[in-house]
């Protein structure tokens, strides 16, 4: 798993300021925004809360209205001499005191019933089974035996409130009134009593199909997106008309059972999944409650034109900020680049350089810091590397005078015609090679040559190691001739040979093969040197590559291990960590050895790696 914090540390640090700043811009518009369209519902919801909270003080007035116009009927009713003489008495038949009610003075109140349709079913009850008058608007029929009602739950609480009006949900499980109900409705019922001396003289029910009152009072407040309940004193629906949300087992709506007789307000509920905006009242004066739901999507719907408008102004001013975070990113960076630069140039030698600084911040403070260290360091190489390099540079050219290449060529080629007259062709081939051999050694005093001439100085030293073993050495030589224009580190082949030689060859009875191979592999030079000498133990190996400190000096016979450190010393330096030097040696098997340089091509007489 990639470490993204990691990732982030590694980047420039323009990239890091432009994600940084980025990101905060990101996280700002996406704050205003999610805070501007939260803002703007709540607005919205306050306001239809309000006005839902309006509707339904209108549907309590209504039900209110409903309530008070029924039972102020039935109190007439009730005490209409007409009907007080028939319960009274509890003579007649129903069809008698039908016949008296609608000729007598009580007319004009009958007739008000009939037009005014409040309820749809009305019975009255003496003290016989039969009703003393029923009559039914909505086609129900079958009045109930009053045996049967005094047996119900409900004549009992009717009983209880003595001579108040009891609502109730009339339900099949309840219904003890009409045997064939035609519609759903809310039922009412009430003792009535002698107005002489109070006593309970009959009993009158009230029935109001639900219909009749959504038509009459809940007419244009109800659709399938706004739901209206009217709750009964303990909580139970009397009542539902549009969207159907109200279900006991919502624990949102558990409030309904412990509400108390003041309360109304709104609150966001989910139903069926829908989160509602569910407005309710207190409870009336007959124990009802309302609840109005309409569905939170809908009122926030002309938020999402708001909404998309805002993602897209918010995009938009992430995508025109890039090339502005760009700009102001690389004005910010620059005077670190051209730092970085400098340095650059200074690594390579360039110990004159410095910064040019237009600002006194903590970057133009860096670069003065910067110019005053170069030039430090400056004064320390005249002062020391230098004179250590010129002193070198007289003992090298004293040794030199007192060697005089010219000088042992001559010599080595007036040897070579001496051998030639003598007739000893063998002394004049060594004599040959090894002049030879020198010239490439010496290769006018570069650090690099070419793959062919390191090649052709192997051949020269190993075929003169072989005049020198005779039948002991055999040797191949296996360099592609494709990698010969490639420039290497000179004599960095040379003496991992001699330490095949020194260390396997001589030390091996019989004597050995010794074999070098070079080829092209991708972007890099391959050698490897091979023997089947007695190889070496890891801690031989170990010393051989060791680094010697820079005070050592090499006094031994033995030069072979002190090469080949040298080597390694000498391709660290010029490659960095651009090689690889491998052994692979183990006793009785011979000893391997791999170098790896980079491929660079013969087109500079020093290259630089």
């Not at 938020?303 to 502005?324: G, R």
């Not at 090469?563 to 183990?586: D, P, T």
């Amino acid at each position: 798993m990639i470490n993204i914090g990691k990732l982030y540390l590694n980047l420039s640090i323009k990239y890091k300021i432009f994600i940084l700043f980025y990101l905060l811009i990101v996280v700002l518009c996406l704050t205003l925004g999610y805070y501007s369209y939260q803002t703007s519902s709540k607005e919205i919801i306050n306001k239809v809360s309000t006005t839902n909270l309006g509707i339904i003080k209108e549907v309590d007035n209504n039900i209110v209205m409903l309530q008070k116009n029924i039972a102020d009927w039935v109190t007439v009713f009730s005490l209409a001499s007409e009907v007080q003489s028939q319960l009274q008495s509890n003579l007649g038949t129903s069809n008698e005191l039908e016949t008296t009610l609608y000729s007598g003075s009580s007319a004009s109140m009958m007739n008000q019933m009939l037009l005014t349709r409040n309820f749809d079913y009305l019975a009255l009850y003496g003290k016989g089974p039969a009703p003393l008058f029923q009559v039914s608007t909505d086609d129900s029929s079958g009045a109930n035996q009053f045996i049967h009602i005094q047996e119900s739950p409900i004549y009992r609480k009717t009983e209880e409130l003595n001579g108040a009006s009891y609502w109730f949900p009339l339900t099949d499980d309840n219904n003890v009134f009409i045997q064939n109900n035609r519609n759903e409705k809310i039922g009412m019922s009430r003792i009535v009593r002698n107005v002489s001396d109070g006593s309970t003289i009959g009993f009158i029910f009230v029935g109001i199909n639900q219909n009749t009152i959504r038509n009459l009072y809940l007419k244009n407040l109800h659709d399938q997106d706004h739901g209206i309940v009217i709750l009964d004193q303990t909580g139970y629906p009397l009542l539902k008309a549009g969207k159907d949300f109200f279900s006991s087992n919502n624990p949102d709506l558990s409030f309904t059972a412990t509400r108390q007789q003041s309360e109304s307000g709104s609150m966001i509920i989910n139903s069926n999944g829908e989160k509602l905006l569910l407005s309710y009242s207190g409870i009336n004066e007959n124990g009802w409650s309302i609840l109005y739901a309409v569905p939170l999507a809908s009122l926030t719907h002309e938020l999402d034109s708001i909404k998309v408008f805002v993602i897209v102004l918010i995009l938009a001013c992430l995508l025109l900020s890039i090339p502005f975070m760009f700009i102001l990113t690389s004005i910010l960076t620059a005077p670190l680049r051209q730092l970085l630069l400098s340095m650059k140039r200074f690594q390579n030698g360039h110990f004159d350089e410095r910064v040019d600084i237009k600002y006194r911040d903590e970057i133009g403070e860096l670069s003065r810091g910067y110019n005053s260290m170069v030039a430090n360091i400056k004064a320390l190489i005249d002062d020391a590397y230098v004179l250590q390099l010129k002193e070198k540079e007289a003992e090298l050219k004293a040794l030199q005078s007192q060697i005089n290449p010219h000088f042992l060529y001559n010599m080595l080629d007036t040897i070579f015609w001496e051998a030639e007259a003598a007739g000893q062709s063998r002394i004049s081939e060594m004599i040959v090679n090894l002049s030879r051999l020198f010239r490439l050694s010496l290769n006018r005093g570069k650090s690099f040559t070419n793959v062919k001439k390191e090649k052709e100085l192997i051949e020269l030293y190993l075929s003169l190691q072989q005049m020198r073993f005779k039948d002991l050495l055999e040797y191949r030589v296996d360099i592609a001739d494709e990698i010969e224009p490639y420039v290497i580190l000179k004599l960095i082949l040379q003496p991992f040979i001699e330490n095949a030689l020194i260390h396997g060859i001589e030390r091996k009875r019989g004597g050995g093969i010794v074999s070098v191979s070079g080829s092209l592999q991708g972007d890099t030079l391959r050698f490897v040197i091979e023997d089947n000498g007695p190889g070496m133990d890891a801690a031989t190996i170990q010393r051989i590559l060791a680094e010697p400190a820079d005070s050592d000096v090499y006094t031994g016979q033995e030069t072979s291990g002190y090469a080949i450190q040298n080597v390694n010393a000498r391709l660290r330096h010029y490659y960095k960590e651009g090689y690889q030097l491998n052994y692979e040696s183990e006793l009785g098997q011979g000893t391997r050895v791999e170098i790896i340089v980079p491929a660079i091509p013969d087109t500079q007489e020093e290259p630089r790696v």
